[in-house]
C-alpha cells in the first residue's frame, strides 16, 4: 500500500525530464555543441582532446559549467574559462528547434500550479539555457520567474550535492520533507531521497545527460517513490498531488 505524504512544492529537473531524452537534443549538446565551444572559446585544437577533458569533468561535477572551470583551475584548458561565455553559448547555439511542446505536460503543470503547489525548475546547466528551453517548450508560464535555478545560483556546490539542493529548499521557502523531486538521474533521486525528499523518476529511453554520466534509472531501487515515462502521467499516476499529497510507494 501507498503511504500519503503532504507536500506544498514540486522541483523538475530540465533536460531529459521535461522533454524526452529519444528527441536527440542532449546528445547534441554534449557532443557537437559543448566541443564548439570549447574549440571556439577555450582554444582547444582537436575534437577528441577537447570531449576527452569535458566528459572527464563532466563526470566528475554533473556540470559543464562546473567541470570547465575546475578543469580551467587546473590547467587543462588552453586558454581561461568563463562562465558567461558558456552561458551565451549553450543560450544561442543549442538545436533548440528539436524541443517540440507538448501540451499534455504544460496541462498538467498549469493545473497543478492552479491547485496551489509551487512549481519550480532546477538544472545543472546555466540558467539562461534553461530560460531559453522553457520557452521553446512554452512552459515558461508554468512557473514564476524566482523559481527557475540554473547551476551559477548553487555555485560552488551543484547538483547531486546536498548543499546544492538545500539552497533551492531555502529559495523556495520549503523543506525537503514537503518537496517532490522529479529526475531522470539516479544520483539525484537518491540524493534527494536521502534529504527526505519524495521522488519521481523520468525513465523513457537510453541517452543524454545519464547515460553519460554511467547514472542509468533504476525503477527498483528503493529511493524511487514513482516511475513515470513522460511527466504528463503525474495526473494518472499520481491523482492525489491535486489535493497536496503524494502517495509514496513502499519499498518491496
Known amino acids: 500500500m501507498a503511504e500519503a505524504v503532504e507536500v506544498d512544492t514540486i522541483i523538475f529537473d530540465l533536460d531529459d525530464t521535461l522533454y524526452p531524452v529519444s528527441n536527440g537534443f ?17 582554444g582547444f585544437t582537436d575534437r577528441a582532446a577537447a570531449l576527452e577533458v569535458r566528459h572527464a569533468y563532466f563526470k566528475r561535477y554533473h556540470s559543464s559549467m562546473k567541470g570547465l572551470k575546475v578543469a580551467c583551475d587546473e590547467g587543462k584548458t588552453p586558454l581561461p574559462f568563463r562562465e558567461e561565455d558558456l552561458a551565451a553559448y549553450f543560450a544561442e547555439r543549442c538545436e533548440f528547434e528539436r524541443l517540440k511542446p507538448d501540451p499534455s505536460i504544460k496541462e498538467v503543470l498549469m493545473s497543478l500550479k492552479e491547485a496551489g503547489l509551487k512549481l519550480a525548475v ?39 550535492e546536498r548543499e546544492a539542493f538545500e539552497y533551492v529548499l531555502k529559495a523556495l521557502n520549503t523543506t525537503a520533507n514537503r518537496t517532490v523531486m522529479v529526475e531522470d538521474s539516479m544520483k539525484n533521486v537518491r540524493a534527494c531521497h536521502d534529504m527526505g525528499m519524495q521522488t519521481v523518476l523520468i525513465v523513457e529511453t537510453a541517452g543524454g545527460d545519464a547515460a553519460l554520466l554511467d547514472d542509468l534509472p533504476c525503477a527498483s531501487d528503493p529511493a524511487v517513490g514513482c ?6 502521467q503525474l495526473r494518472e499516476r499520481q491523482p492525489s498531488l491535486w489535493a497536496k499529497q503524494f502517495q509514496a510507494r513502499k519499498p518491496a
Open 26 to 42: 542532449s546528445d547534441l549538446r554534449n557532443t557537437d555543441v559543448i566541443c564548439g565551444f570549447m574549440i571556439e572559446k577555450l
Open 122 to 160: 532546477y538544472s545543472n546547466a546555466p540558467r539562461r539555457y534553461v530560460q531559453r528551453c522553457l520557452l521553446q517548450l512554452e512552459l515558461d508560464t508554468c512557473f514564476e520567474e524566482s523559481a527557475v535555478f540554473g547551476v551559477e545560483d548553487a555555485l560552488p556546490a551543484c547538483k547531486p
Open 227 to 232: 516511475v513515470l515515462e513522460n511527466v504528463a
